[in-house]
């Protein structure tokens, strides 16, 4: 079992950055797929962005592609989402998640994913 503790979270003007830290209990940190996930109140929760067990994939949802950046220290069990440009509609609660990959989903689907963190929120202002 994985239990995700995600930090890093607040509030930034538009154009700006923040880094999102997920930190990871347990030995098999390095055996799961991570991903990043993001949600608005009253919104379904958004697919951001994953990194595969050795951090050598990365897959981004369009929204984000050039603006984020998914990375991972499988030594300090830590994921990281870098987030650059910020924009005023990147405003939610953000989420990772760990996948064992033992299911047929795909990593850009919530089902794929077995255990999540409780969240932090950015808020961008315009």
């Known amino acids: 079992q994985v239990q995700l503790v995600e930090s890093g979270g607040g509030l930034v003007q538009a154009g700006g950055s923040l880094r999102l830290s997920c930190a990871a209990s347990g030995r098999t940190f390095n055996s799961y797929t991570m991903g990043w996930f993001r949600q608005e109140p009253g919104k379904e929760r958004e697919f951001v962005g994953y990194?595969?067990?050795?951090?050598?994939?990365?897959y981004y949802a369009d929204s984000v592609k050039g603006r984020f950046t998914i990375s991972r220290d499988n030594a300090k069990n830590t994921l990281y989402l870098q987030m650059n440009s910020l924009k005023p509609e990147d405003t939610a609660v953000y989420y990772c998640?760990?996948?064992?990959?033992?299911?047929?989903?795909?990593?850009?689907?919530?089902?794929?994913?077995?255990?999540w963190g409780q969240g932090t929120q950015v808020t961008v202002s315009s």
């Open positions: 998640a760990a996948s064992s990959g033992t299911t047929r989903y795909h990593e850009s689907l919530k089902s794929a994913y077995d255990y």
């Open positions: 990194i595969r067990r050795n951090g050598d994939y990365t």
